[in-house]
């Protein structure tokens, strides 16, 4: 259950480092929380207890879980200035008792950053000297999405048994019933589309973009159809999209079936309980010849670099 909800440390790293279970600790609801301030109480309780504090105001390790705190709230970007990271901790922390008050600087950051580390990776802007925070499971699934992509761009063009060419598309894409027909400059727009598809059709990666009512979907029914054409009907394609939505939207334009990338990542063991992704212990699918995603800018990191 503890590495399900996200804890990795072992029972001997949280008794040295009670900052990890807010750290680590992922809920199985939106209720469910370990939040700093019930450690924090904890680590350095009232003075007037008499009970030994576990820690100091402006230790390391409540310096990073602060950090980290306020990189998951500030959570719009995937990586966050370090000055304004430093003004979320100090804006926080102003608001406490007395003796759990401790203005934080810059030099923390230098100062505590072996420890700092474990949880936060820096990234250091070369041109303007700035520095970047990341937490280190969002800057691991960026590397992972990265590598991921350059590989498959690398591979270059597809070599086909047979060339696919506009020609092929138009005629596929051309609606003879559109009361849009008749229109020159609708001939005119298939002939970009089926030119699209065609240079579509023998990439290994590609992003399809373009505002509501541009053809994307349209596109995509008709590659679709070529693969099966090319591949024959036995070949694996996924239609996924990021929403329920989005997945009926996307199977009744194109008639294909279609489910949500997080039913595919589930039907091979990578989400938890809690709607959280695993990192391990998932099997891979490797008969899948073509992946298309529906509405990608709807897709956060985590759930890009899962699937």
């Not at 401790?102 to 072996?114: A, H, K, L």
Request: aromatic content about 8%; charged content about 30%.
């Amino acid at each position: 259950d503890g590495v399900e909800n996200g804890i990795s440390a072992s029972a001997k790293e949280v008794a040295e480092n009670p900052y990890l279970l807010c750290e680590q600790y992922i809920g199985n609801n939106q209720d469910d929380v370990i939040s700093f301030y019930q450690i924090d109480n904890g680590a350095l309780p009232s003075p007037e207890y008499g009970i030994e504090k576990m820690t100091d105001a402006n230790s390391a390790e409540r310096f990073r879980a602060l950090c980290v705190d306020a990189l998951r709230w500030d959570n719009t970007h995937s990586f966050t200035p370090s000055e304004r990271v430093l003004d979320l901790v100090n804006h926080r922390v102003s608001k406490m008792r007395d003796w759990r008050q401790n203005m934080f600087s810059d030099d923390y950051f230098e100062v505590d950053r072996e420890i700092i580390l474990e949880a936060i990776t820096f990234r250091t802007d070369q041109k303007s000297g700035k520095l970047y925070l990341y937490l280190n499971e969002v800057y691991e699934d960026e590397r992972l999405i990265e590598k991921t992509l350059k590989k498959l761009a690398a591979r270059g063009d597809i070599q086909l048994k047979q060339p696919v060419t506009p020609q092929k598309f138009e005629s596929e894409l051309f609606e003879s019933i559109s009361p849009l027909a008749s229109v020159s400059e609708y001939a005119e727009a298939i002939k970009t589309q089926a030119k699209v598809c065609a240079e579509v059709f023998r990439k290994s990666v590609c992003v399809i973009s373009g505002a509501a009512g541009t053809g994307k979907t349209s596109l995509v029914s008709r590659i679709m159809e070529k693969i099966r054409q090319t591949e024959g009907a036995g070949v694996s394609i996924k239609l996924l999209a990021p929403t329920g939505k989005a997945t009926e939207r996307i199977r009744e334009k194109t008639g294909k079936n279609a489910t949500t990338i997080h039913s595919l990542i589930a039907s091979g063991g990578w989400l938890n309980d809690n709607m959280t992704f695993k990192r391990v212990g998932g099997k891979c699918d490797k008969d899948v010849n073509t992946i298309i995603i529906d509405e990608a800018s709807m897709v956060d990191v985590s759930l890009l670099a899962t699937l």
